[in-house]
């Protein structure tokens, strides 16, 4: 460097900045270091995240299934011929599997071991023997090969869950049932399907009958009851709001709530639902319309929110076109804000919809977590909702049940990503910029 | 049945609309000119006259009816049974009803039982079919009234728009109510609970264990209500949260509005959001399945004793939750400081990151600190990571490997299941929401505050 036409100060403070050059040039490495390594460290998380589910999740989607041939045999299923519904419907299916799996196993002797070999099978192979017959009662007296849900266990090992090396006491698979399960894999009785079970059974203790209808209808009665009412009183507040009201104390004062609202712990919803609607209105618990009420009064403030800005974003110049045609306000309202503000609020909407479907902790309290079989039929059946399902199911010790839990969230995710990229679309199509 | 009532209801209020439209048409004789209001208006407004007393009426009646019915039954009671306590009372309801829906009975039903079932069953069939016959009467009364004052001078816009008007008025309305009713239904339930526990000792107490005995000679449960360890263990998991978020997530916005090219941010930044969108739910599961099970086994590699349910991995995680709400609300106020200052600041000859911190973050710092209180109070409020990943029991600790217990996950314990009203216990769930609605209510007043009151204006 060339200090030599410098005054003497001006090269001195030269100097002194050259000097420290180097320490913060360093300095300025390693902070933006920093930077990278955060938004590494969260890009990371998110993969981690889904990595996880995911590999947790996909074995939940395939179910092993034994193939058995079934003798349906008159004398224990209709001993009197007469093909009554009735009597079809209580006889003893179980026996139609155990019998099959004896004829497999001729040389299994003994209470204990039966009980074992009786295991493979899943409880809800009868029930599946039973919808069959019911059907088409023509199948009785004939033998029939079915393919029939193995146990959760079978499942498992089949899957890869469980280590036949370990010791007998450290597996829930016992080592005479491993014998049974080769041979059947040996002779190609044994095969992997499609898990329909997943996807049209309500809840259930035996994770191979379990499934997220019941959930997923829940979820969607109680989505709709919060639709209903959050919307159009959504948008009708943001209108009042930015059309309508005076500035003054009363709408600051809903405007405060609203901001208030928005920033309330979700629980805190919960003990509302619980002591006004449960308590004092008595209405029934674990019930979708509770739960909707209750998600209703959580999502309003978000629909409000995105409706005033999209109400924000229509052009004053609209307004007063509209008005002085001879519009009302009301029709002005109606016939030209609405229309133009509509995406902005559908879009606001979905994405408190997609807020509401992920909700979990108010349901707890209002009762939505009991243990429902039955797929529910309306709006006051017990149901329960998928995140709620998947909570339970999280509880549960069995590796069939991690899987399925994770399939659970599998299917709920898909459900919030496209209603995100639902919200998303309608915002770049319909997005106007005056 | 109901279901159909409301289609009944609906169909008729579509009909009335053509009704009340035609009808306006005709007693002008098809010149619009002479009426007040656009015909549509008129049908609007017999549908209204239609559907609105029917459907105020069907809601309060859907409302009230079982209490009435209840009461009205109990009334009709063997007075041994009117004599029972409330509690008992109760269950002599509810078993009641469970013998109505005919499903499974606590104890066998008397003959008493029976007969008030039979009188319940009795009194629901006339109440629906008087609901029937109401509805229906309010409904056509409601569509004649309308069309018989419908006249060419009927000022029916006014009276649509009116009614709209109302609609709109009653919906904005709801924040405020939805506010009074969180307030009262927790501070009514929580001054009953403190009169059968003092405040002092459920602010100051360090013992918690909520179990209270059912009978006199019942041993273990004692029922302490000393809420301090919640408080700690709440303040200990937000801490590490915030501690694992407020760096990642800062640095993350700084970053990318500051160092990186407009591609990457474009991809980036929605990657990090997603984070915020997916159900904390997800998260605990995540959390409890496996972020717990690495961080036991990590520290059992480096010789500590790590608790399966260590606060440790309930804070990572909840950390991670939090990211995307630290880093975009201080991408906002980042993005919202002007380039001027940027540029003066080169121009000086400082680096980007003596910018960053001597410039862009001083600026930016009310906005960041009400970012980060905003953040915290989320991460107090976050229920189902905690319930899933944090344990029950409520040690008073600062270790961050040992199992802790948070305000919320004693709130959802409390309250889920079936739980009678009275206890002591499930009055203890709401005392332990007034405060995290009190907390959660004041960090965001400060945040508020702290960005009304330190906020730079630039022009």
Wanted: hydrophobic share 55%; net charge neutral; aromatic share 8%.
């Amino acid at each position: 460097m060339n200090n030599s036409n410098l005054t003497p100060a001006a090269a001195n403070t030269t100097a002194i900045v050259a000097a420290g050059l180097k320490h913060r040039h360093a300095a300025e490495k390693r902070f933006k270091l920093y930077g990278l390594i955060a938004i590494t460290l969260g890009l990371l998380s998110v993969l981690l995240l889904f990595v996880d589910i995911i590999s947790k999740g996909y074995p939940a989607f395939q179910q092993t299934f034994v193939k058995l041939e079934i003798k349906f045999d008159e004398a224990s299923l209709d001993p009197t011929g007469s093909r009554d519904p009735q009597v079809l419907a209580s006889a003893d299916y179980s026996a139609l599997v155990k019998a099959a799996l004896r004829e497999l196993f001729p040389d299994v002797a003994g209470r204990e071991e039966r009980r074992a070999l009786y295991g493979l099978i899943s409880s809800g192979a009868s029930f599946q023997l039973q919808d069959m017959v019911l059907k088409n009662p023509a199948l009785i007296g004939t033998t029939q090969s079915v393919w029939v849900p193995a146990a959760a266990t079978v499942d498992t090992f089949i899957k890869g869950g469980i280590d036949r090396d370990t010791t007998e006491i450290n597996r829930s698979l016992k080592d005479n049932q491993i014998v049974w399960i080769d041979k059947l894999v040996a002779s190609g009785a044994v095969e992997k399907q499609f898990n329909k079970a997943l996807f049209t059974n309500g809840d259930s203790r035996e994770p191979e009958l379990a499934g997220i209808r019941g959930a997923l209808m829940g979820s969607i009665y109680t989505l709709l009851v919060t639709m209903a009412l959050s919307f159009p009183m959504g948008v009708a507040t943001a209108l009042y709001l930015e059309e309508f009201a005076a500035k003054n104390r009363w709408s600051d004062l809903i405007e405060v709530n609203i901001n208030n609202l928005a920033a309330v712990p979700s629980i805190i919803y919960g003990l509302l639902g619980l002591a006004v609607y449960l308590q004092f209105f008595g209405l029934p618990r674990s019930a979708p319309l509770v739960g909707g009420l209750v998600l209703t009064l959580m999502t309003l403030p978000i629909i409000i929110i995105a409706s005033r800005a999209a109400l924000k974003s229509v052009p004053p110049s609209i307004r007063e076109a509209a008005l002085g045609m001879g519009a009302s306000k009301m029709q002005m309202v109606f016939h030209h804000v609405l229309p133009l503000a509509m995406p902005g609020m559908l879009t606001g909407a979905i994405i408190g919809m997609a807020h509401a479907l992920g909700e979990t902790a108010p349901l707890l309290m209002i009762g939505m977590v009991a243990f429902i079989v039955d797929i529910p039929h309306g709006i006051l059946d017990p149901a329960t909702v998928l995140p709620v399902q998947i909570y339970l199911w999280a509880d549960l010790p069995e590796r069939a049940f991690v899987e399925r839990t994770s399939a659970a969230i599998m299917v709920l995710l898909a459900f919030l990503i496209t209603m995100n990229a639902v919200a998303v679309i309608l915002r770049r199509r319909f997005e106007r910029r005056w | 049945m109901l279901s159909y009532l409301i289609l009944l209801l609906l169909i008729l209020t579509t009909v009335s609309y053509y009704l009340g439209r035609s009808r306006s048409l005709a007693s002008v004789s098809g010149r619009t000119q002479d009426l007040h209001s656009l015909p549509s208006y008129y049908g609007f407004f017999t549908a209204l006259w239609c559907g609105l007393p029917a459907l105020i009426v069907f809601v309060f009646w859907i409302t009230f009816q079982p209490t009435i019915i209840t009461h009205l039954v109990v009334a009709g009671m063997p007075p041994e049974i009117q004599g029972l306590p409330e509690a008992q009372l109760n269950l002599a309801i509810n078993d009641l009803k469970n013998v109505v829906s005919g499903n499974i009975v606590s104890s066998n039903p008397n003959p008493a039982m029976l007969a008030a079932a039979e009188h319940y069953k009795n009194l629901q069939t006339i109440s629906s079919a008087a609901l029937w016959v109401t509805v229906l009467a309010l409904a056509i009364g409601g569509i004649a009234y309308a069309r018989r004052s419908i006249a060419p001078t009927l000022r029916a816009r006014n009276k649509v728009e009116m009614t709209i008007m109302v609609f709109f008025i009653a919906s904005s309305t709801i924040a405020i109510f939805t506010t009074i009713g969180i307030v009262l239904s927790v501070l009514f339930e929580s001054l009953r609970f403190f009169q059968k526990v003092p405040v002092t000792e459920f602010l100051f107490g360090l013992q918690w264990s909520p179990q209270t005995a059912l009978r006199a000679d019942q041993a273990g449960s004692s029922g302490a209500f000393g809420a301090v360890p919640l408080f700690t263990g709440t303040l200990l998991i937000s801490a590490i949260a915030m501690l694992v978020a407020v760096p990642l997530g800062l640095m993350s916005a700084l970053y990318l509005s500051e160092y990186a090219a407009p591609k990457f941010r474009a991809v980036a930044k929605p990657i990090l959001e997603i984070l915020a969108g997916i159900p904390t739910v997800v998260y605990g599961f995540f959390a409890a399945l496996t972020v717990a099970p690495i961080v036991r086994d990590t520290g059992h590699l480096l010789g500590l004793n790590v608790a399966s349910e260590s606060a440790l991995a309930a804070g990572l995680v909840m950390g991670i939750m939090i990211i995307p709400f630290v880093s975009s609300l201080s991408d906002d106020v980042i993005n919202a400081v002007p380039q001027a200052m940027r540029d003066g600041s080169y121009a000086l000859g400082a680096t980007r990151s003596e910018t960053i911190t001597r410039v862009i973050l001083p600026a930016a710092l009310p906005g960041i600190v009400a970012a980060i209180l905003l953040a915290a109070s989320r991460a107090i409020g976050e229920t189902m990571i905690v319930v899933m990943a944090a344990g029950m029991a409520a040690n008073l600790t600062a270790n961050p490997l040992q199992a802790v217990t948070t305000v919320t996950v004693q709130i959802a314990t409390l309250l889920t299941g079936d739980q009678e009203f009275e206890s002591a216990k499930t009055l203890a769930a709401f005392a332990l929401g007034l405060v995290l609605f009190t907390v959660t209510l004041a960090l965001n007043a400060i945040a508020l505050h702290v960005v009304r009151k330190y906020r730079e204006q630039y022009e």
